[in-house]
C-alpha cells in the first residue's frame, strides 16, 4: 500500500525559505515518479516538480526554476522540496505524488498521478 505524508509547511515572510518533506513507503516497484504540486485558493492545481526515479532526472515549473530544488533521501524514503526565495505568488496547498512509470516525470500530467499525499499549508506574508 502506497502512503504518502507531506510535512513542514508553514507561514514564513517573502524571501524567507522552506523545506517541504514527502515520506514515502510502499514503492516496491523499480520505477516511479514522484513530484510536489500545489493549488492556490481558487486555481488548479500544478506541478512544481518532479523526479523520475530511474534515472534521477528532475524538472521544474518556469516559476520555481532556481528557486526550488527536488531531492529524495533514499535512506529515509523521503522526497524533499527546498523552497527558497519564496514570494507572494508561491501560497498555496502543497502536494507530493507518485506513480509507477518507467517514462520520464516531465511528459506525466498531474492527472496520471495514482497516489496523494494529504497536503501541507505554505503561507508567505510579511
Known amino acids: 500500500q502506497v502512503q504518502l505524508v507531506e510535512s513542514g509547511g508553514g507561514l514564513v515572510e517573502p524571501g524567507r525559505s522552506l523545506r517541504l518533506s514527502c515520506a514515502l513507503s510502499?514503492?516496491?516497484?523499480?520505477?516511479?515518479?514522484i513530484g510536489w504540486f500545489r493549488r492556490a485558493p481558487g486555481k488548479e492545481r500544478e506541478a512544481v516538480s518532479c523526479?523520475?526515479?530511474?534515472?534521477?532526472?528532475?524538472s521544474y515549473a518556469d516559476s520555481v526554476k532556481g528557486r526550488f530544488t527536488i531531492s529524495r533521501d533514499n535512506a529515509n524514503n523521503t522526497l524533499l522540496l527546498q523552497m527558497n526565495g519564496l514570494k507572494p505568488e508561491d501560497p498555496a496547498v502543497y502536494y507530493c505524488?507518485?506513480?509507477?512509470?518507467?517514462?520520464?516525470?516531465?511528459?506525466?500530467?498531474?492527472?496520471?498521478?495514482?497516489?496523494w499525499g494529504q497536503g501541507t499549508q505554505v503561507t508567505v506574508s510579511s
Open positions: 505524488a507518485t506513480v509507477r512509470s518507467r517514462a520520464p516525470c516531465v511528459v506525466i500530467s498531474v492527472h496520471e498521478y495514482h497516489y
Open positions: 510502499g514503492l516496491i516497484y523499480d520505477y516511479y515518479a
Open positions: 523526479l523520475s526515479t530511474r534515472d534521477g532526472r528532475t
